[in-house]
């Protein structure tokens, strides 16, 4: 049977350029070739439990503290560094996840690290002292550090320019599921008088609670084996027949069409072209004079070839850039997660402090002296020792979480036309306000306001700030500075929680002049970074 001969076709980017797709096509070209449809709905519906694993994994701990407080003998600084293990964990692995991700590819890491995460969930629902659920925490972390960095990274690399920064703020809405969802779990779960003794140990409601936070991370491992390893991965380590095969599925299900009428027959073969420092031409025709990307182009690191990726960030011409990312993420990740992961803590406390007490007023700082003055007792007097946990307890933290979805929705609708820099500083600078405003406080809706903005502000900075890192560096080091940045980032989150209980006792100002100011150095720091809007992945 005779075949017709196909067509010359073309593709326009941002109105620039067209490409002649005979030539071997560079990954923006094939990437926009394979349209979108089901295969990237589905990526990112099986993306969603992978998110909200990730978060339950650092944040879940948060929500049992309060009921765990008497069966543990937690005091506020025990709280503290609960709370910072699982950081303690990711920073432990996040240099070893962030060399394999970008040397062996992202899909193993993601599938394997899942699904071993289960078994790490499932040991901190046993465990029956402090330490065991901090030794089982600590190996949580130490595991999901890989998945939570390299999931960010491949969700991105199925997507081109034109869809990647909204996919970012899709992130960000699958983070904020998982923040609603804990403490809707926690409503259903935690009040209940769930506790018994099985082998002479003993179970109560906040391990189940622990126990099925399992769930997300079992499903989203089964379910992202079905996918292939990230075609941008595989152009950077010279495998273009395995990514042409990736592309080619992509193509078919968002299209409907055979495989084989994908229009591109040929990728730039991108380590050869690294390794004799000179990449096939493609013939591109200019309609627009173009502008010149404030991002450098970074592949002009092939000049001076460097085999170690993490040497290569610390050096010319990424030094500079990468300090600016480290610190961002650390100033960013200090005040948001410290406020995160101590909401579920002050909620609970001010549901119990409005049961016990006749005042209609009730500021965060009245708030924090109960906390202190309760807590500071509790492992003297653990005989005694009694929580007051309601429904009602989690009904402020279901608020603040229903808020941030709101704002990732309205942040995906806005993210091309603003860019994640402008985002970036705009949100800072909310937060850091409600920071400082949190210290005037006086009430229990201002004070549920204040916190909704600040978390939500702070999320999407977050958020925000990983994007802006995926672009601005090279394949061969995306990963690796993701996880660099994560890593100083969960070094803030890990000072910021042991910080803030000591801070309560030196009195109220402190730890709002904490949670304020690092949003405010962020801001400074995020002005500094170059523009990313519609950037090419490098």
């Known amino acids: 049977m005779g075949s ?31 349209g979108f449809g089901w295969f990237n709905i589905l990526l990112l519906l099986v993306g969603c439990p992978a998110a909200i694993a990730s978060v339950f994994e650092t944040a879940v701990v948060s ?27 990711m920073i432990t692995s996040a240099i070893a996840w962030g060399y394999v991700a970008d040397t062996r590819g992202r899909k193993a890491i993601l599938v394997w690290g899942l699904l071993a995460d289960v078994i790490c969930v499932l040991c901190c629902a046993l465990s029956q002292s402090i330490i065991q659920l901090m030794i089982a925490k600590f190996i949580g972390g130490l595991v999901m550090g890989g998945p939570f960095a390299v999931l960010m990274t491949y969700l991105m690399e199925f997507h081109n320019n034109k869809y990647r920064a909204r996919v970012m703020m899709c992130i960000g809405i699958m983070f904020s599921m998982a923040s609603l969802s804990m403490p809707i779990l926690a409503y259903l779960v935690l009040p209940q008088n769930w506790d018994f003794q099985m082998w002479d140990l003993k179970y109560h409601s906040w391990q189940i609670y622990l126990a099925i936070s399992a769930t997300p991370s079992l499903l989203s491992g089964v379910a992202l084996s079905f996918f292939p390893e990230s075609p941008r991965f595989l152009m950077s380590q010279g495998r273009t027949i395995e990514a042409l095969k990736a592309f080619r599925t992509m193509y078919a299900l968002n299209t409907g069409k055979p495989k084989d009428t994908y229009p591109i027959t040929k990728l730039i073969d991108e380590l050869s072209a690294s390794n004799d420092q000179n990449f096939e031409e493609i013939s591109i025709s200019t309609i627009e004079p173009v502008t010149k990307d404030p991002v450098k182009d970074v592949e002009e690191q092939l000049k001076t070839k460097d085999p170690s990726p993490f040497l290569a960030l610390f050096q010319k011409p990424y030094l500079k850039l990468s300090i ?48 202190v003055n309760k807590t500071g007792l509790v492992k003297e007097t653990s005989e005694t020792c009694s929580v007051i946990i309601t ?44 920071g400082f405003a949190l210290y005037w406080s006086s009430t229990t809706i201002s004070t549920l306001v204040i916190t909704s903005l600040y978390a939500c502000m702070g999320s999407l900075a977050a958020t925000s700030a990983v994007g802006t890192s995926t672009v601005l560096f090279p394949t061969s080091l995306r990963t690796m500075v993701v996880c660099v940045a994560l890593m100083f980032g969960r070094i803030g989150s890990i000072f910021g929680n042991i910080l803030f209980p000591v801070f309560m006792s030196f009195g109220c100002i402190p730890p709002f002049l904490m949670v304020g100011g690092v949003m405010f150095m962020a801001c400074i720091l995020s002005a500094l970074l170059p523009s990313t809007k519609k950037s090419d992945l490098k």
């Not at 001969?5 to 094939?30: C, I, R």
Request: net charge neutral; aromatic share 10%; charged share 15%.
């Open 391 to 434: 429904s009602d307890s989690y009904t402020n933290n279901i608020i603040v979480a229903g808020a941030c979805f709101v704002a990732f929705l309205l942040a995906s609708s806005l993210i091309n036309k603003l860019g994640h820099k402008r985002l970036q500083i705009g949100a800072l600078m909310i937060s850091g306000s409600c």
């Open 324 to 371: 600016n990312v480290y610190m961002l993420n650390f100033c960013i990740l200090l005040g948001q997660n410290t406020m995160r992961l101590w909401l579920p803590q002050l909620f609970a406390s001010l549901r119990e402090f409005q049961e016990l007490s006749a005042e209609s007023m009730h500021s965060m700082c009245s708030i924090l002296e109960y906390n």
């Open 63 to 89: 929500y049992v503290l309060p009921s765990a407080e008497c069966d543990l003998g937690l005091d506020l600084l025990d709280k503290g560094i609960l709370n910072a293990m699982t950081y303690s964990g």
């Open 4 to 34: 017709k001969p196909k067509a010359v076709l073309k593709a326009k980017f941002d109105n620039k350029y067209q490409y002649d797709l005979k030539t071997p096509a560079d990954f923006e070209t094939a990437i926009t070739a394979t």
